[in-house]
């Protein structure tokens, strides 16, 4: 009689944490056991070729070929401000004859049509981040589209050098 009243007085929520917590120690080791999987994962396979790279080519350092400044009125009203930038050209140590060829062969182009581009912007236009990254982003595009107007050239990024407004 006495395991009767042991049965009765036990409630049904005294039961659940035996099972409960062999759920979560199951959940546990799955858990370890994926961790363990993924991290063996590249061991196994090798990481030379993860992302498509190929094992016998070497990144060549990056360096830079100067553009050069320009200096605009920006159109603010009654206000006089210019804008003062020097600019360089980011790309591969390999790449850097090509990229000076290019540059030096459209450079009048691309000054007369940076000098165009940037004295239309106000204050508002080249001030703060976003501003900048846009006339950045807009500066890329076309120097990608004078220098290689087929898109089949080599990579290449504009960076400022030098971002002056008074």
Do not use: C
């Amino acid at each position: 009689m006495a395991q009767a009243q042991d049965a009765q007085t036990t409630s049904p929520g005294e039961a659940k944490p035996a099972k409960s917590g062999k759920r979560k120690l199951v959940w546990i080791l799955v858990i370890i056991a994926s961790m363990v999987a993924g991290a063996a994962t590249p061991m196994a396979v090798g990481t030379h070729n993860l992302f498509g790279a190929s094992p016998t080519k070497k990144d060549s350092e990056p360096a830079t070929v100067p553009f050069g400044e320009v200096t605009v009125n920006l159109n603010d009203g009654r206000m006089t401000r210019y804008l003062r930038i020097k600019i360089v050209l980011l790309t591969d140590a390999d790449d850097v004859k090509e990229m000076t060829k290019q540059l030096e062969k459209h450079k009048a182009v691309l000054k007369n049509w940076l000098i165009g581009y940037l004295s239309g912007k106000s204050l508002k236009d080249v001030g703060g981040t976003v501003g900048v990254k846009r006339i950045l982003r807009e500066m890329q595009e076309r120097f990608e589209e004078t220098f290689y107007p087929n898109g089949d050239g080599k990579p290449f990024e504009v960076l400022f050098e030098e971002f002056v407004v008074q």
